[in-house]
């Protein structure tokens, strides 16, 4: 019996971390790409950042806007600095990307057969 209870907070551990990088990479997609309200002010700082960059030559803000533009970097910044694992901070990296290219799929095999009706 104590062998089943330990292999159920095996399991739940593990779903919790897979659920923890996932909700980490559906935060990235969202705050890059697809999140409207937040689109306005993520263009506004990297806007300023840019401008910064220029007036002042300081081109080595440059990976800060590749970041904030990147859904790939951004979900691999963010699951770093909040979990502290290289490992899972990959993972979120390449789950971001496997998703964003789905729903990309999706959307073009939609818009497609949409206009044949």
């Known amino acids: ?3 089943v209870t330990r292999a159920n907070e ?3 551990r593990r779903s919790n971390r897979m659920i923890e990088i996932l909700g980490l990479s559906a935060i990235a997609l969202l705050t890059i790409k697809y999140f409207s309200p937040v689109q306005p002010i993520r263009e506004w700082i990297v806007g300023k950042i840019i401008r910064f960059m220029v007036r002042y030559n300081q081109f080595w803000l ?3 806007v590749q970041i904030l533009s990147c859904p ?3 979900a691999t910044w963010l699951t770093l600095i909040v979990t502290f694992s ?5 993972i979120a990296g390449v789950l971001t990307m496997i998703l964003l290219h789905c ?3 999706l959307n073009k095999y939609l818009y497609e057969n949409d206009d044949d009706e």
Do not use: D, T, V
Request: a positive charge; proline letters at 5%.
């Open 10 to 12: 095996r399991y739940k």
């Open 72 to 74: 790939f970097c951004f």
């Open 1 to 3: 019996m104590a062998s």
């Open 62 to 64: 440059q990976p800060l």
């Open 86 to 90: 290289i490992y899972k901070a990959a």
């Open 103 to 105: 729903i990309e799929a």
